[in-house]
């Protein structure tokens, strides 16, 4: 009987880590190898005036003797309420820096394994940007009712058109129109479905949801002091959603019930959800300026990569690299993946710098990296969409070579570089430009591999907008507050011939004609589209391509300029997404062949061309002809002859205004040829008169 608590105290089991309920108590497991002491610290739901987070908290000592099963410390405490208690742990070893260990028994630390965290209510709020981060739990609650009909979208990879992202920044502003208690919330989320579903997207890909530090750059004074991460590349657990995105201050446990919420609302639009997550590092930054939380104060050496001489190993650009391959750290990973599966039921996951992944525990590139192979064959996740960003800030660039047991797809960055430079206008890209839309068999006609391997993009949160990217020919990152030397220089962008803002009629009509082109080659290439949240209404950044730490209108979706661009630039990108959907002829399971297209090119080693046509055939007739023409004067360019019984209509003219550079329907009387205008692209379709 401890003296200390009125419950009884009882050794308790190792597995499973984290907090489980057992009987009639609690069970705590936790792991380190290289911990001299553990104590568990307990605060119990407040009753009367509240606490301040981490006041009055109840601490127990656990006896290596009693309490220890291999490198797993445990306990059980009997008849411990079963929700909202919040715990850490305060962890002692060695203390010599130099063999790579960072133990500090003054910070009580959170579980890795925390299902739930507490720390902030409120996103943003400066006045508690110093609060730690606790585990707490709730096993009183009702499980969540997923409804009788309730099923997966269950939607083939080859037809997702993935649409990025972020919970908060899509309602926080006010132009939302939403009650102010969920704005930038997941409740939020639900709110505009209706607005993913008019656009046609049927799987959004949410920037990171895993509870995150968004004042990781205030903690002390640096040119970043003035930005909240709002992105959430800062992770501080990697089970429990962001509970800072729940409605109206909720906290973890209505954060939890209302992302579960939000997936079932998704599911019933026929929307998949991928979470983009983060195992490459977390929020604890260098050992220069050391911000522990969790990892680093339970066994530094086990959860990081560490060069000879004990110091931290950096291959994630953010002072400190996850060590994935390590067992322990491993089943980590799996676990929580697992447990975003069957709690959450998300359907994938995009892996942010995924080469880590690929990586020894000393940092060394792996040809069969443990932790990739697992995921791809495990029971659960094998049946997930797995996607990596096939590249890290060591320089291990894998885009085509990620390992991949037939399960893993790839951001295909080869794409975003080829068809920038193209749609452009830069020479000597036709040849490169054909490739990507059609699969870039080149990189993925390996190991089984399909075209829907290749995630293809033109846009992601990072970099530059669709807009700005039609809009400047430099980024302007000054707000960011590290003099311009932050963010990347090669966008492969052009302004149109004026740098940001103007008024110009001739400049931002071809910007509106270079937007459309872009997001017409997206979505008739072979392989899995996906576009950035924003830009189907063009949403600016204001040349800034480096956005990550601004929780204001740069980021925020503006729902007062979708709705002026409604009729226009929206319709636009909303038809062709649907049109794409509507016709297997741009989804292929296999790479094209030669009974899949003609190209109209004779001529494929002209450096200086920039226009290519090409014709997608469809086994019932129903074929495609599409022309690109990024030369600055008008190509006219024959048009082939329709198939039998069939003949071509215009769907598609990025250079005439709306309504009429998409025709759902089609305009008839095409004839043997057409005059492609400037910096502008067609699309016909082969129907019966």
């Known amino acids: 009987m401890s003296e200390t608590i009125p419950f009884k105290v009882f050794p308790g089991q190792a597995s499973p880590l984290g907090v489980s309920e057992v009987d009639n108590g609690i069970n705590f497991a936790i792991f380190s190898q290289h911990a001299t002491s553990i104590t568990l610290c307990l605060q119990l739901p407040e009753r009367g005036a509240p606490k301040g987070l981490g006041d009055g908290m109840i601490e127990l000592a656990l006896d290596p003797h009693t309490n220890k099963t291999g490198d797993t410390w445990h306990i059980f405490i009997e008849d411990l309420p079963r929700s909202s208690v919040l715990y850490g742990y305060r962890i002692d070893g060695p203390q010599n820096w130099n063999e790579g260990h960072r133990f500090d028994k003054s910070i009580v630390l959170l579980d890795p394994y925390a299902k739930l965290v507490e720390g902030r209510r409120v996103f943003g709020d400066v006045s508690h940007r110093l609060s730690r ?44 129109e939403l009650d102010p208690k969920i704005r930038g919330s997941y409740l939020g989320v639900i709110e505009k479905i209706a607005h993913l579903v008019e656009l046609g997207v049927n799987a959004v890909e949410l920037l990171p949801v895993f509870e995150f530090d968004e004042f990781e750059f205030q903690r002390r004074p640096n040119p970043r002091d003035h930005m909240i991460n709002t992105w959430g590349y800062s992770t501080t657990n990697f089970f429990a959603p962001m509970s800072r995105y729940a409605s109206d201050g909720g906290g973890p446990i209505n954060a939890s019930w209302e992302f ?138 894998l885009v085509g070579q990620f390992p991949n047991w037939d399960r893993w797809g790839e951001w295909n960055g080869k794409y975003r570089d080829d068809l920038r430079r193209y749609i452009k206008g830069d020479p000597g890209l036709k040849g490169s430009f054909a490739t990507r839309v059609a699969g870039s068999a080149d990189l993925y006609r390996v190991n089984n591999r399909k075209p829907y391997h290749s995630i293809n993009f033109v846009i992601a949160h990072d ?227």
């Not at 499980?143 to 997702?160: A, N, Q, S, T, V």
């Open 133 to 176: 981060f606790l585990g707490t739990y709730d096993f009183a609650s009702l499980p969540f009712d997923w409804g009788d009909d309730y099923k997966l979208p269950d939607i083939p990879e080859k037809d997702l058109v993935i649409y990025e992202m972020n919970v908060r920044a899509l309602t926080a502003d006010k132009s939302s």
């Open 260 to 397: 579960k919420e939000m997936v079932k609302a998704l599911h019933g639009a026929g929307i998949e959800v991928i979470l983009d997550v983060v195992y490459n590092h977390t929020n604890e930054a260098d050992d220069k300026f050391p911000y522990t939380t969790s990892f680093r104060g339970i066994d530094n050496k086990v959860y990081y990569m560490v060069d000879l001489n004990n110091n931290l190993l950096n291959f994630s650009g953010c002072g400190n690299t996850l060590n994935c391959n390590h067992p322990v750290v491993k089943e980590l990973i799996l676990d929580s993946l697992r447990h975003w599966v069957t709690e959450y039921h998300v359907d994938g996951f995009r892996f942010d710098l995924a080469s880590v992944l690929c990586r020894g525990t000393d940092g060394t590139p792996l040809n069969a990296p443990p932790i990739i192979k697992e995921i791809a064959k495990d029971p659960i996740l094998s049946r997930c969409k797995l996607i990596s960003e096939p590249w890290d800030c060591g320089g291990l660039y």
């Open 463 to 689: 970099g530059f907008t669709l807009y700005d990217l039609v809009s400047y020919n430099f980024k302007h990152n000054d707000a960011n507050g590290e003099g311009g030397n932050d963010g990347s220089n090669d966008n492969f962008s052009w302004n149109c011939g004026f740098e940001g803002e103007t008024d110009t009629p001739n400049i931002k009509a071809l910007r509106s004609r270079q937007m459309k082109n872009f997001h017409l080659a997206l979505m008739i290439s072979q392989g899995i589209p996906m576009m950035l949240m924003g830009d189907e209404y063009g949403h600016t950044r204001y040349g800034n391509n480096n956005s990550y730490g601004h929780d204001t209108s740069i980021n925020n979706f503006q729902w007062g300029l979708l709705n002026e661009q409604r009729s226009g630039h929206f319709r636009f990108f909303s038809e062709v997404i649907k049109f794409r959907r509507a016709l297997d002829v741009f989804r292929n399971k296999s790479f094209l062949g030669k009974n899949d297209v003609t190209w109209h090119e004779d001529n494929w080693d002209n450096y200086e061309s920039k226009f290519l046509a090409f014709t997608l055939h469809e086994s019932n007739g129903a074929d495609v002809y599409l022309a690109f023409n990024a030369h600055e004067y008008f190509v006219k360019v024959p048009i082939p002859p329709p198939p039998s019984n069939r003949q071509w209509f215009r769907v598609v003219d990025t250079n005439l205004e709306s309504p009429e550079d998409f025709v759902p329907d089609g305009i008839p009387g095409i004839g043997s040829t057409y005059n492609v205008a400037p910096y502008s692209s067609i699309l016909l379709e082969a129907k019966q008169a």
